[in-house]
C-alpha cells in the first residue's frame, strides 16, 4: 500500500523504530458520519514486526481493513529490539496525545505499557491482543481460544500422519503457548492416543528471540523431522518461517498459525507443504475495535474470540488438503463437536 510519512507521525513515534499513515485524516477532521474525530488508528507491533507473515501481519490486515473502510487514517510502528516497558509506554503516550484512537498495542508484553496509558488518557480507546489482566473503561482486552484451533490442527497432523509421529514447536516457553501446545495434543489424541508427539519451546523468554529467530526454528524442526516427525506444527511467530522452510526442504507437512500461511507470499515457495493453519483472527480483532471508535460506541472489556463466534479457526486452502476428504472431515467434525459442547478443549 502506497503510504506517506508525515511530520506529526514522525513525532508521535517516538521510539519506533519506522511509523506509516494511512488515509487522511487528521486530529480535527470528522468522518462523514460526524461520529469520529480522531487521527486515525495507532498500531504498534509485537516482537518480530510487520512481515513475519503470521500474528503481525494479521494485526496489520485488520488495520488496513478499517483505513480502507472507514478512511480514518493511521500509523503503525515497529518495535525495536531489546527494547524497555518504558520505550513501549512512552510509544503509546506519544499516539495517545497525538490524538489516534485506538491505540493498539499487538501482544501481551503491552499490558503495563497499556494499563499506565490509558489511565492517563481515559479519552482514548485502548486496545491489547493476547491478555486480559488490564481492566478499564478505555480498555478491550481482545483475546481468543487458540487452545480450540490448536485441537483442529492436532487433528488434521493426526489424521494426515503416516509415521504416527507429529510434533510441536513453540516461540516461547509461556502459559499463552502452552495454550497452542495443549490443545494441539488434545486433538492429536483424539485421533490416537499411540500417536508420538515431539514438543519443544525455543526460547524462555521472548527477548531470547523465540518469536523472532527463523534459524532457531529451523533448527528445532530439523531434530523433530530427524526423530521421525512428519507433521509439525509452529506457534512461534516469525521463527515459524524456519519452522515451513525446514519441513518444505525434508517434504514433510508443517501447520502454519494465526494466518492462513499457505496464502502468504513470503512463504509462497514452500506452500505445497503447508497443510493447513490455525487461525486467529487478530486481524478481525483490530478491524473491529477500529469500527467501534469509529462508530461512537467503543469495545471494552474482554472481547475473546472462538470457534463459534469465527474468532479461530482452521484454514483449507491448499488443494491437497482439500483432497484428502478422511482428514477435511474429521476437522470439520472436531469443529462442530467444540461449538456445540461436546468437547472441551484443555487451555494447559
Same mark, same amino acid.
Given at each position: 500500500?502506497?503510504?506517506?510519512?508525515?511530520?506529526?507521525? $514522525?513525532?508521535?513515534?517516538?521510539?519506533?523504530?519506522?511509523?506509516?499513515?494511512?488515509?487522511?485524516?487528521?486530529?480535527?477532521?470528522?468522518?462523514?458520519?460526524?461520529?469520529?474525530?480522531?487521527?486515525?488508528?495507532?498500531?504498534?507491533?509485537?516482537?518480530?514486526?510487520?512481515?513475519?507473515?503470521?500474528?503481525?501481519?494479521?494485526?496489520?490486515?485488520?488495520?488496513?481493513?478499517?483505513?480502507?473502510?472507514?478512511?480514518?487514517?493511521?500509523?503503525?510502528?515497529?518495535?525495536?529490539? @531489546?527494547?524497555?516497558?518504558?520505550?513501549?509506554?512512552?510509544?503509546?503516550?506519544?499516539?495517545?496525545?497525538?490524538?489516534?484512537?485506538?491505540?493498539?498495542?499487538?501482544?501481551?508484553?503491552?499490558?503495563?505499557?497499556?494499563?499506565?496509558?490509558?489511565?492517563?488518557?481515559?479519552?482514548?480507546?485502548?486496545?491489547?491482543?493476547?491478555?486480559?489482566?488490564?481492566?478499564?473503561?478505555?480498555?478491550?482486552?481482545?483475546?481468543?481460544?487458540?487452545? #480450540?484451533?490448536?485441537?483442529?490442527?492436532?487433528?488434521?497432523?493426526?489424521?494426515?500422519?503416516?509415521?504416527?509421529?507429529?510434533?510441536?514447536?513453540? @516461540?516461547?516457553?509461556?502459559?499463552?503457548?502452552?495454550?497452542?501446545?495443549?490443545?494441539?495434543?488434545?486433538?492429536?489424541?483424539?485421533?490416537?492416543?499411540?500417536?508420538?508427539?515431539?514438543?519443544?519451546?525455543?526460547?524462555?523468554?521472548?527477548?531470547?528471540?523465540?518469536?523472532?529467530?527463523?534459524?532457531?526454528?529451523?533448527?528445532?524442526?530439523?531434530?523433530?523431522?530427524?526423530?521421525?516427525?512428519?507433521?509439525?506444527?509452529?506457534?512461534?511467530?516469525?521463527?515459524? #518461517?524456519?519452522?515451513?522452510?525446514?519441513?518444505?526442504?525434508?517434504?514433510?507437512?508443517?501447520? @502454519?498459525?494465526?494466518?492462513?500461511?499457505?496464502? #502468504?507470499?513470503?512463504?509462497?515457495?514452500?506452500?505445497?507443504?503447508?497443510?493447513?493453519?490455525?487461525?486467529?483472527?487478530?486481524?478481525?480483532?483490530?478491524?473491529?475495535?477500529?469500527?467501534?471508535?469509529?462508530?461512537?460506541?467503543?469495545?471494552?472489556?474482554?472481547?475473546?474470540?472462538? $470457534?463459534?463466534?469465527?474468532?479461530?479457526?482452521?484454514?483449507?486452502?491448499?488443494?491437497?488438503?482439500?483432497?484428502?476428504?478422511?482428514?477435511?472431515?474429521?476437522?470439520?467434525?472436531?469443529?462442530?463437536?467444540?461449538?456445540? @459442547?461436546?468437547?472441551?478443549?484443555?487451555?494447559?
Amino acid at each position: 500500500m502506497a503510504v506517506a510519512v508525515s511530520v506529526i507521525a $514522525l513525532a508521535a513515534v517516538g521510539c519506533g523504530e519506522s511509523s506509516k499513515d494511512a488515509g487522511t485524516s487528521d486530529a480535527s477532521s470528522s468522518s462523514a458520519s460526524g461520529k469520529y474525530s480522531g487521527k486515525g488508528i495507532g498500531l504498534a507491533y509485537d516482537i518480530g514486526g510487520k512481515g513475519d507473515q503470521s500474528f503481525n501481519d494479521a494485526a496489520y490486515a485488520g488495520y488496513e481493513q478499517a483505513n480502507k473502510e472507514f478512511k480514518m487514517g493511521g500509523t503503525d510502528i515497529e518495535p525495536q529490539d @531489546g527494547e524497555s516497558d518504558a520505550d513501549k509506554t512512552q510509544r503509546l503516550e506519544q499516539l495517545a496525545k497525538a490524538g489516534y484512537n485506538p491505540v493498539i498495542g499487538v501482544g501481551y508484553i503491552y499490558a503495563g505499557p497499556i494499563k499506565e496509558v490509558a489511565a492517563k488518557y481515559p479519552n482514548i480507546t485502548f486496545g491489547i491482543i493476547d491478555d486480559e489482566t488490564v481492566k478499564a473503561a478505555n480498555v478491550a482486552d481482545m483475546v481468543f481460544s487458540e487452545e #480450540q484451533a490448536s485441537y483442529l490442527a492436532g487433528v488434521a497432523a493426526a489424521k494426515a500422519s503416516k509415521a504416527k509421529h507429529v510434533g510441536f514447536i513453540g @516461540g516461547v516457553d509461556i502459559p499463552l503457548i502452552h495454550k497452542f501446545g495443549a490443545g494441539f495434543e488434545q486433538g492429536v489424541k483424539s485421533v490416537d492416543p499411540a500417536i508420538k508427539i515431539e514438543s519443544q519451546y525455543l526460547t524462555e523468554t521472548p527477548q531470547e528471540g523465540g518469536f523472532s529467530s527463523p534459524d532457531k526454528g529451523k533448527e528445532a524442526a530439523s531434530g523433530q523431522i530427524e526423530k521421525g516427525a512428519d507433521v509439525i506444527y509452529h506457534a512461534a511467530g516469525l521463527s515459524g #518461517q524456519g519452522v515451513i522452510s525446514e519441513a518444505a526442504s525434508k517434504k514433510v507437512w508443517a501447520i @502454519g498459525v494465526d494466518s492462513d500461511q499457505y496464502n #502468504q507470499s513470503a512463504l509462497a515457495k514452500y506452500k505445497d507443504y503447508i497443510l493447513g493453519s490455525a487461525l486467529k483472527n487478530v486481524g478481525g480483532a483490530v478491524y473491529e475495535l477500529a469500527k467501534s471508535v469509529h462508530e461512537g460506541k467503543p469495545l471494552n472489556g474482554t472481547v475473546r474470540g472462538t $470457534l463459534k463466534t469465527g474468532g479461530v479457526g482452521f484454514a483449507d486452502s491448499n488443494p491437497k488438503y482439500k483432497a484428502m476428504t478422511d482428514v477435511v472431515a474429521a476437522v470439520d467434525k472436531a469443529k462442530q463437536d467444540i461449538v456445540d @459442547g461436546k468437547v472441551t478443549v484443555k487451555t494447559s
